[in-house]
């Protein structure tokens, strides 16, 4: 049986469904990203209400899983991955003492044994890549805080990106477009975020003594 017929068989379907996903979804986003959109980002927009969410089943089960420690796209495939090699291999760990599983329980044990690896590969990304967005505290409680336009510029169009330093001293990169009525902000500008909504935050330039406080901040 060569390699393509091995990955052909209907007991190891969904995990070459899985693999195939791989591919498209890494093309979907690398394709968006030269059409200046970004998947990921709608995406994230989504798992930002979850987070906001406390009480919500949804944000518990995206923060045990550490859906936000990593970039989402990368969680995507981390757990397409994973769950296509543990479907392998568990086939064919079946198939040297008997007949494999039908694909619906080998599928369900592959997803039972995802879960965990995933939880532990995304933080273990974590701590080898530093990522500037955290979740550690909720993002509303960076409306009022100071920060500097990373991505840029805000104005009318396309949101950027401010980084921003929460109360415990941990930076955040977090989508944000500059409030109604506000100039467009240069990238290298400081800022105050003023309000979040849609995912967003809104940014105008901050005052003079607040620069100050975010220099010295930055330096630190």
């Given at each position: ?57 949804l944000g518990q089960v ?122 467009a902000l240069p990238k290298g ?32």
């Amino acid at each position: 049986m060569t390699m393509l017929d091995h990955f052909m068989q209907p007991e190891v379907r969904p995990f070459a469904v899985a693999a195939v996903m791989i591919v498209l979804v890494g093309g979907v986003e690398i394709g968006s990203m030269l059409l200046g959109l970004s998947i990921s980002e709608l995406l994230g927009h989504a798992v930002d209400l979850g987070h906001d969410s406390d009480s919500g089943s949804l944000g518990q089960v995206l923060s045990w899983i550490n859906v936000g420690g990593v970039p989402l796209m990368i969680c995507i495939l981390l757990a397409l991955g994973i769950f296509s090699i543990s479907g392998f291999l568990l086939q064919d760990a079946v198939r040297l003492v008997g007949w494999p599983l039908p694909a619906s329980a080998a599928g369900v044990l592959a997803a039972v044994i995802t879960v965990p690896l995933l939880r532990s590969s995304t933080r273990t990304i974590a701590r080898l890549v530093p990522q500037d967005e955290s979740y550690a505290v909720g993002l509303a409680d960076l409306v009022g805080r100071t920060g500097e336009v990373a991505v840029g510029p805000l104005d009318g169009g396309l949101p950027g990106r401010v980084r921003v330093k929460d109360i415990h001293g941990n930076w955040h990169t977090v989508t944000a477009t500059a409030a109604p009525g506000s100039p467009a902000l240069p990238k290298g500008a400081a800022v105050l975020l003023v309000d979040r909504k849609d995912g967003r935050f809104l940014a105008i330039a901050a005052a003079d003594e607040l620069t100050d406080s975010h220099t010295s901040s930055t330096r630190k």
